[in-house]
């Protein structure tokens, strides 16, 4: 997966949520993220690429920035809902909020090894 699209959160300024917690926040909504499908492809959201941003705030709330393979996607207004409701039950993250967006556009450059050698791609 390309991380530069990952912002990593990791400044320090002091407030309620510190950047080791938050950084222990990211990683299990990471981990939970890892766990949802693409409902047309075998692979998970985030290896396939689809996630851009995942954002923790010093409030625990989480935001996460993700895309679609395609814009056409008939699964376009339900499956961000379902990725946010998964990540509300993320231990220790009060909300989250997830924004569907197309820029830069998903290409295959942007799937992990392990995505691309599950779909034979490698």
């Not at 938050?22 to 396939?48: A, C, G, M």
């Not at 379902?82 to 924004?99: L, S, T």
């Not at 197309?102 to 995505?115: C, H, I, L, V």
Request: glycine share 4%; proline share 6%; aromatic share 8%.
């Amino acid at each position: 997966m390309n991380d530069d699209f990952i912002n990593d959160n990791s400044l320090d300024d002091g407030s309620a949520t510190d950047s080791s917690d938050k950084n222990v926040l990211r990683e299990k909504v990471i981990t939970v993220l890892k766990t949802i499908y693409d409902p047309e492809i075998p692979v998970n959201i985030y290896d396939l690429g689809l996630i851009y941003v995942v954002d923790i705030d010093d409030d625990a709330n989480a935001t996460i920035q993700m895309t679609l393979t395609v814009p056409g996607c008939p699964f376009a207004q339900t499956f961000p809902g379902m990725v946010e409701y998964e990540v509300q039950n993320v231990a220790g993250i009060n909300d989250a909020r997830v924004e569907l967006v197309w820029e830069p556009p998903w290409s295959q450059d942007m799937m992990s090894e392990e995505a691309r050698l599950t779909l034979g791609l490698l």
